[in-house]
T-cell receptor, first 117, second 113 residues
């Protein structure tokens, strides 16, 4: 079974509008972390935001926020006021485990976001 | 502070040739990973290491070998390259604490002809 599912292969958004990129995850571990990475066409992996399984509040980093719904096992990325430079591939990832086994890091297949002027 | 450095950045191999990709980190991270990225497939884990002298298989290990003789270096070897190994390879490192993100190298674009 897929650990991380990103159901949107591609998304389009108008500049200055908000967009939500979906991510659902599957784990039975009570301790885990969820991450979003951005990969522009230049290829590097850029860390955007982190949400821990025990965090009570949704994570925010500037224009990025993570809509964490634990019971639904979803961790959607919300980008507010989209900019042309936001056009990129976006990956959701999960780090599972506690204690000595917290080394598993699994990625989804990604969502290609295109911001239109 | 270089972070995570992958060598080489680009390489073209002929089928059957061998090569080694080097991942070097200066952050003293415990865990290191090799992923391959193919269109529509996301990042798939090839091998990983949880410490010096240890290695383990990931999701797609066939055709690859790894070694971690020193904590700061993680090597990925292709003994007999095949066209199916044409891909972009990423090395990543992690600290042991769960609330920290992975740091990535800049990637290696490998073409096997």
């Amino acid at each position: 079974a897929q650990k991380i599912t990103q159901t949107q292969p591609g998304m389009f958004v108008q500049e200055k509008e908000a967009v939500t990129l979906d991510c659902t995850y599957d784990t039975s571990d009570p301790s885990y972390g969820l991450f979003w990475y951005k990969q522009p066409s230049s290829g590097e992996m850029i860390f955007l935001i982190y949400q821990g399984s025990y965090d009570q509040q949704n994570a925010t980093e500037g224009r990025y926020s993570l809509n964490f719904q634990k019971a639904r096992k979803s961790a959607n990325l919300v980008i507010s006021a989209s900019q042309l430079g936001d056009s990129a591939m976006y990956f959701c990832a999960m780090r599972e485990g506690s204690g000595g086994s917290n080394y598993k890091l699994t990625f989804g297949k990604g969502t290609l976001l295109t911001v239109n002027p | 502070n270089a972070g995570v450095t992958q060598t080489p950045k680009f390489r073209v191999l002929k089928t059957g040739q061998s090569m080694t990709l080097l991942c070097a980190q200066d952050m003293n991270h415990e865990y290191m990973y090799w992923y391959r990225q193919d269109p529509g497939m996301g990042l798939r884990l090839i091998h990983y290491s949880v410490g010096e002298g240890t290695t383990a298989k990931g999701e797609v290990p066939d055709g690859y070998n790894v070694s971690r003789l020193k904590k700061q270096n993680f090597l990925l070897g292709l003994e007999s390259a095949a066209p199916s190994q044409t891909s972009v390879y990423f090395c990543a490192t992690l600290r042991q604490l769960i609330n920290t993100e992975a740091f990535f190298g800049q990637g290696t674009r490998l073409t096997v002809v």
